[in-house]
């Protein structure tokens, strides 16, 4: 069974760059899609940005001028980039499986809260 | 770009009863990719269905979905205990490839 892992720091200065990576264990990141969901606080989900395992990426256009997903497949992991942060910005990040045949997200991490603040 | 609707915001039943939940798309929305979620407090969202129809691996039978087109729906036969939660509806296809609908709170009466 696919488990995914977000890391990364908690609480980001306005203006500069959200990094996030998800760990994948029990699965190849090189057989599916993956994905990026944010939710602020309280409010609904929004999807942020996916890429293939072949490293092609869609990012939500109202997010793309700020938005880089990335993969490492070594490692078995990928990784969000969002720059230019806002408070808007804070939300819980989870890392997503992406099922390419439903479109839809089956597997997803715990969560990772991040905080734009100085 | 395609919206989704849900209604009603908040179901308010008792255990053992029937819930109905509602998601109405902006456009046509493409029966296959048509996905439904829910979440509780503190937990990531689980996917139930997707396909608009074919439940989840793990999900409960309880759990159906319907419908077609611009509309459709997501039925708990009877209420259990842990099924009060929040669920979302989810489209894929158009820009932005994929949106949510903004959830349908199910609580206890």
């Known amino acids: 069974q696919v488990q995914l892992q977000e890391s990364g720091p908690g609480l980001v200065k306005p203006s500069e760059t959200l990094s996030l990576t998800c760990t994948v264990s029990g699965d190849s990141i090189s057989n599916y899609y993956w994905s990026w969901i944010r939710q602020p606080p309280g409010k609904g989900l929004e999807w942020v940005g996916s890429i293939s395992s072949t490293g092609s990426t869609d990012y939500n256009p109202s997010l793309k001028s700020r938005v880089t997903v990335s993969l490492d497949t070594s490692k078995n992991k990928f990784s969000l980039q969002l720059s230019s942060v806002t408070a808007a910005d804070t939300a819980v990040y989870y890392c997503?499986?992406?099922?390419?045949?439903?479109?839809?997200?089956?597997?997803w991490g715990q969560g990772a809260l991040v905080t734009v603040s100085s | 770009e395609i919206v989704l609707t849900q209604s009603p915001g908040t179901l308010s039943l008792s255990p053992g009863e029937r819930a109905t939940l509602s998601c109405t798309a902006s456009q046509t929305v493409n029966i296959n990719y048509l996905a439904w979620y829910q979440q509780k407090p503190g937990q990531a969202p689980r996917l139930l269905i997707y396909g608009a129809s074919s439940r989840a691996t793990g999900i409960p039978d309880r759990f159906s979905g319907s419908g077609s087109a611009t509309d459709f729906t997501l039925t708990i036969s009877r209420l259990e205990p842990e099924d009060f939660a929040v669920y979302y509806c989810?489209?894929?296809?158009?820009?932005?490839?994929?949106?949510f609908g903004p959830g349908t709170k199910v609580d206890i009466k």
């Open positions: 989810q489209q894929y296809g158009s820009s932005p490839l994929f949106t």
């Open positions: 997503t499986r992406l099922s390419s045949w439903f479109g839809c997200f089956d597997s």
